[in-house]
């Protein structure tokens, strides 16, 4: 039988690890910019295109809010299509605007038509339209659809052309 000598370059043993020391699981540091705070106060920036009619389709998918009878929650999805004027609505102060009803109670039709006044009060819109799919409670889907048209606003012509289905973000 040959025997093998063990040499310098053999596998160092592994340190011994204390039983009384667990280690802690690694945690994610903190990003420099954290994630910013619900928010009620929408922001706006010049239309680039007032010369001209056009739609902006925003879909807000994950609203949540809570009825202000149960306290249970409530969720939706919110279309909005907007035909801006002079300004339109910046999307990260829109986004934290829906983050803030999160912890309100608020009824369908009330939570709806306060979004399009919101809205309306900062952009002043040729147009705009909110439909609010409200998720099944009591065995009852509600949709809540809200509209306004700016005073003299003429809108062009209908034309038929395919519409946007749902997105929901996932292969198919």
Not at 23 to 37: H, T
Not at 54 to 79: K, R, W
Request: glycine share 4%; net charge positive.
């Amino acid at each position: 039988m040959a025997t093998q000598k063990k040499t310098a370059k053999s596998a160092a043993p592994a340190p011994k690890m204390r039983k009384d020391v667990e280690l802690a699981p690694k945690q994610r540091e903190m990003p420099p910019n954290p994630p910013s705070r619900p928010s009620k106060e929408l922001h706006v920036f010049p239309n680039p295109a007032p010369e001209r009619d056009y739609v902006i389709q925003f879909q807000v998918p994950e609203f949540t809010c809570h009825c202000p009878l149960t306290g249970q929650p409530d969720f939706a999805h919110f279309t909005i299509d907007m035909i801006a004027d002079q300004y339109c609505v910046e999307l990260k102060s829109l986004k934290m605007y829906f983050w803030s009803y999160r912890d309100e109670g608020a009824f369908h039709e009330k939570v709806t038509n306060t979004i399009l006044e919101d809205i309306v009060k900062v952009t002043n819109p040729r147009f705009i339209r909110i439909t609010a799919k409200w998720y099944v409670r009591g065995g009852i889907y509600t949709n809540v659809v809200v509209e306004h048209r700016k005073k003299g606003w003429k809108p062009q012509p209908r034309v038929d052309l395919p519409t946007h289905g749902f997105e929901s973000g996932l292969l198919r």
